[in-house]
């Protein structure tokens, strides 16, 4: 619509400029006139199209937004399960340790810390989202800087970190702590075995030490968790907008 208006008045433009039978000065008042109507329509045009495409790249911002908003809950579901698992694992590895170094072994302890020794944790971040936004390289359409530089450490630095170290610990108990337990421990046919003996051993003394990982463990998972909440709340104040 404005194209045509800028034809229009173009043509009006040089109509009045051929035009024997009108005097100069009405000529340059007519063309002023028209070559104002012409940058009004240009700037108009502009500012519509301007308009149209900050409209299309907020919806667009609204859409991931939303969309993320629900994978980090989906997250802080299984990041608050990992942590209440590691400091129930932590406790039962403060036992043993205790245990290694002479504290008696209670059976009843041991039945409810054992699997504490072998099991695994992993996080299994919903990032598809962010990974599908970021491939196509519109990560700016993001316009809150802080947001975007949280989701940014989130994604980048803070949950390959913790992957890395839930890693270390899976890996230290299936190569390290397990094997030497299975080296010293003899069990019945009721799965009744020398777990005090097995636990004084050096060797498994030794690895016990290990347990000190679970504070910083524990620390990143309670950061991560921080700037989850933190993210989300920002979230939620830009859909609401």
Request: no cysteine; hydrophobic share 35%.
């Amino acid at each position: 619509m404005a194209e045509l208006e800028v034809v229009k008045h173009t043509k009006a433009v040089y109509n009045i400029m051929k035009d024997p039978q009108t005097g100069w000065k009405h000529k340059l008042k007519e063309t002023l006139i028209e070559i104002g109507i012409i940058v009004f329509a240009i700037t108009l045009s502009l500012w519509l199209h301007n308009w149209s495409e900050h409209n299309h790249v907020k919806q667009e911002e609204r859409e991931f937004l939303t969309g993320l908003q629900v994978d980090l809950q989906k997250d802080l579901t299984e990041l608050k399960g990992d942590i209440k698992t590691y400091r129930t694992v932590k406790k039962g590895f403060d036992y043993f340790y205790n245990v290694a170094y002479g504290a008696p072994l209670q059976q009843d302890s041991l039945k409810q810390y054992k699997w504490v020794m072998y099991n695994t944790t992993y996080f299994n971040s919903n990032n598809s989202r962010y990974e599908g936004l970021k491939a196509s390289g519109k990560l700016d359409i993001i316009e809150n800087k802080e947001l975007l530089n949280n989701i940014l450490e989130l994604y980048q630095e803070d949950i390959p970190w913790l992957n890395l170290l839930n890693a270390d610990m899976n890996d230290y108990k299936r190569e390290k702590l397990e094997p030497a337990i299975n080296t010293f421990l003899i069990q019945d046919k009721n799965n009744n075995g020398n777990w005090e003996q097995v636990l004084r051993e050096p060797q498994i003394q030794n690895n016990l030490r290990h347990f000190n990982s679970f504070y910083e463990i524990i620390a990143k998972y309670d950061g991560i968790i921080e700037k989850y909440n933190k993210t989300l709340a920002l979230i939620t104040e830009e859909v609401k907008e």
